[in-house]
């Protein structure tokens, strides 16, 4: 469902914006690290906006994922992607080659670092 309503957006000026100190973007392999955050100028009043939420970022010494984990992702990233090789079922690798004109989400479960390597090492 779409869900576009006033009520529920907030304009804020970005303060500071961090990219991935590792972002690549390859013309071959696809984009790599793809990921930023942005500081607001002025901070955002959860109790009048319910539905924003903080990011959550784990402490240096967080426990590993068990893969039972989800995590809700969101952006305006590359939406046409072209799969250029199945690794198996569910899991592809790939690249895009069109941004998403209005915010897209995505829930998926956390991989643990040991699932993660397996099947993400060579790539």
């Known amino acids: 469902t779409e869900i576009e309503s006033t009520s529920l957006r907030i304009q804020a000026k970005r303060n500071l914006y961090f ?8 013309r071959t392999q696809g984009v790599f690290y793809d990921f930023g955050l942005l500081k607001l100028e002025t901070r955002v009043d959860f ?3 319910p539905h924003i939420r903080p990011v959550c970022l784990p402490d ?5 994922y068990t893969g039972n984990e989800s995590a809700t992702v969101v952006g305006w990233g590359l939406t046409n992607v072209d799969y250029g090789k199945i690794i198996q079922p569910g899991l592809v690798k790939g690249f895009g080659s069109r941004y998403a004109k209005k915010l897209q989400k995505l829930d998926m479960r956390l991989l643990g670092q ?4 397996a099947k ?4």
């Open 19 to 26: 990219k991935h100190f590792s972002y690549e973007l390859s």
């Open 47 to 49: 109790k009048e906006y």
């Open 60 to 64: 240096s010494g967080e426990v590993d």
């Open 114 to 117: 040991k699932e993660c390597r």
């Open 120 to 123: 993400y090492y060579s790539y």
